[in-house]
């Protein structure tokens, strides 16, 4: 009786373990796009490729629902991890609300089209490439929550890194934007989009400090 | 079959219920109080496992069967189990995990008392050895094994899932195991006394296997354990997963694995053997029970993990509980015994007669009592162990010479009828021991032992073996063929 049930347990963790790595895999794909799409943004203009990476993140970020929706329930329903489901849940929506961000900063450039001058561009590309290693890295450390729990401190560690230098830039490039000669309105709107860029970041930080709870309550 | 057997047995499963209400915690507990297995799982795997284990693994006979041979009615066998059962349902109700061997120990105390049988205090220093040792070993295996665990774990980098998925795997184990153990050790307790008044028949079941009246007293015992686990265990259950301190599921698994080893190491026979047939030496066997191992692996683990939030109030409940548990049982059992007695007419005890006759006296004198303590007590008959002790007294006897001395001269008269030989013994007997029992034929022995000793001169096949330990099964079936044929021919 014990071994059917036990044969399944196994089976179902198989599952679950892919639903998971399948979930980071999503936002960590996100982060690559979003990447992309800033890219193709600043460099050619909301075109249609832009259009493409911010479906693609779309996309992304409904699997990414699904999963989580899933992983959620079979934690639920079958009582695993009986100890640090709550946990694993809370990792697994604050990390979903990274990719929501990635989409709806990306859903702003794509209706909005703020004009941003070229002065800017360079700036505006360097503080992506920090929020999406803060995300990287952040993705590395969850999924060492689940692996390897004794490097999870690592990864946080980067991705506070990667927060600050993201932080010290948007100050510098809001800074820049305020004493350039455009116009208020255009000032204010570039700065909304600075800060929607930078907050990605902050929300990755706020994960990590989260992870670090999580990880310290999981001890043996 | 005896109607009062039938109201007698229902004692024995009353303590098979009570038992398995308290021991689910000790085999489940941690499982449970983790959330890493329902009740509902935890009770059915148990069930299945206690039944199993007391049908196929119960064929030994317990210790404190020994103990209870002395209890020699009918009556007072129902009463000493009823009183047991009682002190034990009590600490149940309390959600207290106890000793039930322990009760049983403290409801024999109560019946000596009743009966003014001398009662050998070593098994009372053998509770209190229990007491502290047992917590003690427990905490320092699971120590032990916990740091082990945490390097292992650290080592392997499993997968939290996987580690989820592990653990729980290894406390069914675990638990299926302990459960099956519980049911092969304890059904002696449970049912042991009404072996020889069983009211089954032997049965063939499928063609294959052979169903002795043993075994199906035995799942008899089984299935009460078995529903005391369903009814009534959830309370200990939660003492012993939650109560004493919270665990994390990996401790948990710690907790019972470090319960089964010290067990395993220090109070199974089936070790001894094993030890002693390889010829190494073997690990003293100490008398432990489940209840207090558990609590001392939970409270091994608490201190390594972080003393402040063990709950000292539930261990004191649990330590006052260990301590009330045979006084309860004593006390209930000397007073039911009187109601029994004096309300309900039975009989609750026979007094064995004691006399100093030249059979005993030889034999003292072979075990090295003092010569004119011999001649000074030769011929004389004592009414009672107690009249026996008192007279005996000043001569500052240890308490193995007096039980030497009582064992000697107690008078259980028996004549060989071989005529009174059934189909029933014919069937056990084997033909050295069926022609041991011819060769002595007609002659009357004042001493059960006496008995045993003609025979085991007659035939090779009533010999004991020689060593104390790889011996041990052997012997204990030969004492107890010794005693059936013995009842048999007891000579009135």
């Given at each position: 009786m014990s071994d059917?049930k036990d044969f399944t347990l196994f089976r179902r963790t198989?599952?679950l373990e892919?639903?998971?790595?399948?979930?980071?895999?999503?936002?960590?794909?996100?982060?690559?796009?979003?990447?992309?799409?800033?890219?193709?943004?600043?460099?050619?203009?909301?075109?249609?490729?832009?259009?493409?990476?911010?479906?693609?993140?779309?996309?992304?970020?409904?699997?990414?629902?699904?999963?989580?929706?899933?992983?959620?329930?079979k934690l639920y329903s079958q009582t695993l991890i009986p100890e640090s489901r709550g946990d694993v849940l809370?990792?697994?929506?604050?990390?979903?609300?990274?990719?929501?961000?990635?989409?709806?900063?990306?859903?702003?450039?794509?209706?909005?089209?703020?004009?941003?001058?070229?002065?800017?561009?360079?700036?505006?590309?360097?503080?992506?490439?920090?929020?999406?290693?803060?995300?990287?890295?952040?993705?590395?450390?969850?999924?060492?929550?689940f692996?390897?729990?004794?490097?999870?401190?690592?990864?946080?560690?980067?991705?506070?890194?990667?927060?600050?230098?993201?932080?010290?830039?948007?100050?510098?490039?809001?800074?820049?934007?305020?004493?350039?000669?455009?116009?208020?309105?255009?000032?204010?709107?570039?700065?909304?989009?600075?800060?929607?860029?930078?907050?990605?970041?902050?929300?990755?930080?706020?994960?990590?400090?989260?992870?670090?709870?999580?990880?310290?309550k999981r001890t043996v | 079959?005896?109607?009062?057997?039938?109201?007698?047995?229902?004692?024995?499963?009353?303590?098979?219920?009570?038992?398995?209400?308290?021991?689910l915690g000790n085999v489940f507990g941690t499982a449970v109080g983790t959330r890493m297995i329902r009740f509902s799982t935890a009770a059915a795997i148990c069930?299945?496992f206690?039944?199993?284990?007391?049908?196929?693994?119960?064929?030994?006979?317990?210790?404190?069967?020994?103990?209870?041979?002395?209890?020699?009615?009918?009556?007072?066998?129902?009463?000493?189990?009823?009183?047991?059962?009682?002190?034990?349902?009590?600490?149940?109700?309390?959600?207290?995990?106890?000793?039930?061997?322990?009760?049983?120990?403290?409801?024999?105390?109560?019946?000596?008392?009743?009966?003014?049988?001398?009662?050998?205090?070593?098994?009372?220093?053998?509770?209190?050895?229990?007491?502290?040792?047992?917590?003690?070993?427990?905490?320092?295996?699971a120590?032990?094994l916990f740091?082990?665990t945490v390097?292992?774990i650290?080592?392997?980098?499993l997968h939290l899932l996987y580690l989820d998925a592990y653990t729980r795997l290894g406390l069914i184990l675990a638990g299926a195991f302990g459960a099956?153990?519980?049911?092969?050790?304890?059904?002696?307790?449970?049912?042991?006394?009404?072996?020889?008044?069983?009211?089954?028949?032997?049965?063939?079941?499928?063609?294959?296997?052979?169903?002795?009246?043993?075994?199906?007293?035995?799942?008899?015992?089984?299935?009460?354990?078995?529903?005391?686990v369903?009814?009534?265990s959830e309370?200990v259950v939660h003492t012993v997963g939650r109560g004493l301190y919270t665990l994390s599921p990996v401790s948990a698994w710690v907790v019972v694995m470090a319960h089964s080893?010290?067990?395993?190491?220090?109070?199974?026979?089936?070790?001894?053997?094993?030890?002693?047939?390889?010829?190494?030496?073997?690990?003293?066997?100490?008398?432990?029970?489940?209840?207090?191992?558990i609590?001392?692996a939970v409270?091994?683990v608490a201190?390594?993990k972080?003393?402040?939030?063990?709950?000292?109030?539930?261990?004191?409940?649990?330590?006052?509980?260990?301590?009330?548990?045979?006084?309860?049982?004593?006390?209930?059992?000397?007073?039911?015994?009187?109601?029994?007695?004096?309300?309900?007419?039975?009989?609750?005890?026979?007094?064995?007669?004691?006399?100093?006759?030249?059979?005993?006296?030889?034999?003292?004198?072979?075990?090295?009592?003092?010569?004119?303590?011999?001649?000074?007590?030769?011929?004389?008959?004592?009414?009672?162990?107690?009249?026996?002790?008192?007279?005996?007294?000043?001569?500052?006897?240890?308490?193995?010479?007096?039980?030497?001395?009582?064992?000697?001269?107690?008078?259980?008269?028996?004549?060989?009828?071989?005529?009174?030989?059934?189909?029933?013994?014919?069937?056990?007997?084997?033909?050295?021991?069926?022609?041991?029992?011819?060769?002595?034929?007609?002659?009357?022995?004042?001493?059960?032992?006496?008995?045993?000793?003609?025979?085991?001169?007659?035939?090779?096949?009533?010999?004991?073996?020689?060593?104390?330990?790889?011996?041990?099964?052997?012997?204990?079936?030969?004492?107890?063929?010794?005693?059936?044929?013995?009842?048999?021919?007891?000579?009135?």
């Amino acid at each position: 009786m014990s071994d059917t049930k036990d044969f399944t347990l196994f089976r179902r963790t198989k599952e679950l373990e892919n639903e998971l790595d399948n979930f980071f895999n999503k936002v960590s794909e996100g982060g690559l796009a979003f990447r992309f799409g800033i890219q193709i943004y600043m460099n050619h203009g909301p075109t249609a490729e832009f259009e493409e990476k911010l479906y693609h993140v779309n996309a992304l970020e409904n699997t990414a629902d699904t999963l989580r929706r899933s992983i959620e329930t079979k934690l639920y329903s079958q009582t695993l991890i009986p100890e640090s489901r709550g946990d694993v849940l809370g990792l697994l929506e604050t990390m979903d609300s990274v990719l929501n961000l990635m989409e709806g900063a990306l859903w702003g450039f794509s209706i909005e089209t703020p004009d941003v001058p070229e002065e800017f561009r360079r700036d505006f590309m360097e503080l992506t490439d920090r929020v999406v290693l803060s995300v990287d890295e952040l993705v590395k450390g969850a999924r060492a929550f689940f692996r390897n729990i004794e490097a999870v401190s690592d990864h946080n560690h980067k991705v506070m890194f990667y927060e600050k230098e993201a932080d010290k830039l948007s100050t510098k490039l809001k800074r820049a934007i305020f004493g350039s000669k455009l116009p208020l309105p255009n000032k204010v709107h570039l700065r909304s989009f600075v800060e929607s860029v930078d907050n990605i970041a902050d929300q990755a930080e706020d994960v990590a400090d989260r992870l670090a709870i999580y990880t310290i309550k999981r001890t043996v | 079959m005896d109607i009062t057997v039938i109201i007698f047995l229902t004692s024995g499963l009353f303590l098979g219920w009570a038992l398995g209400a308290n021991h689910l915690g000790n085999v489940f507990g941690t499982a449970v109080g983790t959330r890493m297995i329902r009740f509902s799982t935890a009770a059915a795997i148990c069930s299945v496992f206690v039944v199993l284990g007391a049908v196929f693994g119960g064929g030994g006979t317990a210790e404190t069967i020994g103990k209870l041979g002395a209890v020699n009615t009918l009556a007072g066998a129902f009463m000493v189990a009823l009183a047991a059962a009682g002190a034990v349902w009590v600490m149940t109700r309390a959600g207290l995990p106890v000793s039930t061997t322990h009760a049983i120990v403290g409801a024999i105390i109560g019946w000596n008392v009743f009966s003014e049988t001398w009662t050998d205090f070593d098994a009372l220093i053998k509770i209190t050895i229990g007491w502290v040792l047992g917590p003690i070993l427990a905490a320092l295996f699971a120590i032990a094994l916990f740091f082990a665990t945490v390097r292992v774990i650290r080592a392997l980098k499993l997968h939290l899932l996987y580690l989820d998925a592990y653990t729980r795997l290894g406390l069914i184990l675990a638990g299926a195991f302990g459960a099956y153990s519980l049911g092969a050790n304890n059904i002696a307790n449970v049912v042991g006394v009404f072996l020889p008044a069983s009211p089954f028949v032997e049965f063939r079941l499928f063609d294959l296997f052979t169903v002795s009246p043993a075994q199906q007293l035995f799942l008899l015992g089984g299935i009460a354990i078995a529903v005391g686990v369903y009814t009534y265990s959830e309370k200990v259950v939660h003492t012993v997963g939650r109560g004493l301190y919270t665990l994390s599921p990996v401790s948990a698994w710690v907790v019972v694995m470090a319960h089964s080893l010290v067990l395993f190491l220090f109070a199974s026979e089936g070790l001894e053997r094993l030890l002693a047939h390889l010829g190494l030496p073997t690990i003293p066997l100490v008398p432990i029970s489940s209840s207090e191992v558990i609590v001392g692996a939970v409270l091994g683990v608490a201190l390594v993990k972080g003393r402040q939030n063990i709950r000292w109030r539930t261990l004191g409940r649990i330590g006052v509980g260990w301590a009330m548990t045979p006084a309860i049982a004593g006390i209930v059992c000397f007073f039911g015994l009187f109601i029994l007695q004096n309300v309900f007419n039975q009989n609750v005890y026979d007094t064995p007669r004691y006399q100093i006759t030249p059979a005993a006296a030889e034999r003292l004198g072979r075990e090295g009592l003092p010569p004119t303590l011999i001649a000074r007590l030769a011929g004389q008959t004592f009414e009672s162990s107690a009249q026996l002790e008192s007279s005996v007294a000043s001569s500052r006897l240890s308490r193995g010479d007096i039980a030497r001395i009582l064992e000697a001269s107690q008078i259980d008269a028996v004549r060989v009828e071989p005529l009174r030989l059934g189909p029933k013994e014919f069937r056990w007997l084997t033909a050295g021991q069926m022609y041991a029992v011819y060769r002595i034929a007609g002659q009357p022995f004042p001493h059960r032992w006496a008995f045993a000793e003609a025979l085991a001169r007659e035939s090779q096949d009533w010999r004991p073996g020689a060593d104390a330990v790889l011996d041990k099964p052997r012997n204990r079936a030969l004492h107890d063929r010794v005693e059936a044929l013995a009842r048999l021919f007891r000579d009135r």
